[in-house]
């Protein structure tokens, strides 16, 4: 990985920026040419928007895997409700139905001055020309405060995959009264309900499978519950009374992922049976090399994605952080991503054609949280470009503004919102994969 | 259908353009299309599936009254009750108009 340093990136900002002042036609006889790194919901939806929307733009896809395995519904195969299969998706549509180049292969360096990206394949190292980066590499973990991490021992199957495997495994071979300990990493972190839903849907299984005095510890970095709070507390008190505790401003101190321990300010526990340690999160290496703010993400442009300093290299999904109200922060969520992509499509031909940005911008983030094997609650935030305020209520700058959240109305966490969960994950699959 | 007319135009630009003028990329994004496309995420790429209902191609009128019922009233019956909270009513009437000109049978 190459460092960038404050004199490149100064460089590259006054050469990006004339480069970028004549359209690219001019500047080439070559179509213009967007390189896309990372093959999540942000990635691949991006590559299709490029070329659903943008004419005789050339995409290249660079991803490591042949396949991308979604977070989404994964803690369902967890659970042994679902295979892997569900989950697992391809690009094969992006490839014959778009015509996205697909390379697979890992960025491995960037020359933002030269717009150079080198890729690691397994034929060697590639360098890719572009007009526009686009990154969107998900998240990357930070290693506990003190103590030995092994992720093999104590999975955080936050990334769907062998991880996943790992911890359904683990799971499967609990026995009466063993303690299945997760932690909740401090905001912001991936899927704000994902950790209470695992947990809930964790406890429907122990319970199921009559796991007698079984239950589920939730350590929480965070002062509360940090996603749908009326639906979860009711699940922790009610639905899953006596399986599930709770416990809050539970800072990870040190773990010890070979005996399963971990101390944090509010409890410790040694020799769980299992220990689904999910760790702080970040950016992901090659979008963390372009400068992150104070919790670990890079700061982007709201209209365009674009990272401060480079006029042609943008990131979005869960590497960025998009400017926001404070407490009203925009969601790392695959719904979010997609969204974020398209609004990054739309900005780099707008860009591509010297066309102004667009100011009326929307996104959002839509989710079905399932609390049993039957039953499933929902989520919704929306955002719109604007002013967006601090703390106190004054204005701060330009973002995206949270107009509105809400969660599903205790009537709705039912059956019928357990078979939309599907629907939506179905419908968002295909409007990011095929 | 859609596609193919992009790209007679595209092609009919490029030629009389020549190389020397700035050749657009693509044509200028047609009017609500990217609010439009925060549709997508359950409805499908232009609101054709798959997902929940089929929204392309119902009458502009029909759709933008449906957003509104469901954006103003006061008891929340389903998740898009609340999505249709985060859009001005310009924005859903936008979001109407660039849907309804979709191929799709708005059922």
């Not at chain 1, 360096?109 to 360098?127: E, I, K, M, Y």
């Not at chain 2, 029909?62 to 985060?86: F, P, S, V, W």
């Amino acid at each position: 990985m190459q460092h960038i340093s404050r004199r490149t990136f100064l460089k590259s900002t006054g050469m990006a920026l004339t480069a970028l002042a004549l359209p690219p036609t001019l500047r080439a006889a070559v179509a213009p040419r967007v390189v896309v790194v990372g093959g999540g919901f942000g990635g691949a939806t991006v590559a299709k928007y490029l070329r659903l929307w943008g004419g005789n733009v050339q995409v290249t896809l660079v991803e490591p895997n042949a396949q991308h395995i979604a977070c989404i519904l994964s803690n369902l195969v967890v659970t042994g409700t679902l295979p892997m299969s569900r989950i697992t998706l391809d690009y094969a549509a992006l490839k014959t139905g778009y015509g996205v180049k697909v390379l697979q292969g890992r960025a491995s360096a960037l020359d933002p001055a030269g717009n150079r990206l080198t890729v690691t394949t397994a034929a060697g190292h590639r360098t890719l020309q572009y007009d526009h980066l686009v990154l969107a590499p998900g998240v990357d973990f930070a290693p506990p405060p003190a103590g030995k991490w092994n992720q093999n021992q104590t999975p955080h199957a936050w990334q769907a995959g062998a991880q996943t495997t790992l911890l359904k495994n683990q799971l499967a071979a609990m026995r009466n009264n063993d303690q299945f300990v997760m932690t909740v990493p401090k905001a912001p972190y991936r899927c704000p309900p994902g950790p209470y839903e695992r947990a809930c849907v964790v406890a429907d299984y122990l319970k199921r499978t009559k796991r007698r005095g079984a239950t589920v510890v939730v350590l929480d970095a965070n002062p509360d519950i940090q996603a749908e709070p009326m639906a979860f507390n009711h699940a922790f008190n009610v639905t899953h009374a006596g399986v599930i505790v709770y416990v809050p401003h539970a800072e990870v101190q040190s773990l010890d992922s070979a005996t399963h321990s971990i101390v944090t300010s509010a409890m410790s526990v040694s020799h769980a049976k299992v220990l689904n340690y999910i760790p702080t999160h970040r950016a992901a290496g090659i979008a963390a090399a372009l400068g992150v703010n104070p919790s670990g993400f890079v700061p982007v442009h709201p209209l365009s994605y674009v990272v401060a300093g480079h006029a042609n290299v943008h990131v979005i999904g869960d590497s960025c952080a998009v400017p926001a109200s404070d407490g009203k922060a925009v969601p790392k969520s695959g719904h979010m991503a997609n969204a974020e992509a398209k609004v990054c499509a739309d900005a780099i031909l707008r860009t591509l054609n010297g066309d102004a940005l667009d100011t009326n911008i929307a996104t959002s983030s839509a989710c079905y949280s399932p609390i049993t094997s039957k039953t499933a609650s929902w989520l919704s935030a929306n955002f719109v470009y604007g002013d967006i305020f601090d703390a106190k209520g004054a204005v701060k700058g330009k973002g995206m503004r949270r107009v509105d959240l809400g969660e599903a109305p205790a009537s709705q966490i039912n059956r019928d919102s357990y078979k939309d969960m599907f629907t939506w994950a179905d419908s968002l699959f295909a409007d990011s994969f095929i | 259908m859609l596609r193919e007319k992009f790209a007679l135009r595209h092609l009919i630009l490029s030629a009389a353009c020549g190389l020397l003028a700035a050749q657009p990329v693509c044509a200028a994004p047609p009017a609500g299309r990217l609010l439009a496309a925060q549709s997508g995420q359950c409805h499908g790429a232009n609101g054709n599936g798959p997902g929940f209902e089929n929204i392309a191609g119902e009458s502009a009128g029909e759709l933008y009254h449906e957003l509104l019922e469901m954006k103003y009233r006061t008891r929340i019956e389903n998740i898009m009750d609340r999505q249709a909270r985060g859009y001005s009513d310009a924005q859903l009437l936008s979001i109407a108009k660039y849907l309804a000109r979709q191929p799709g049978s708005g059922d």
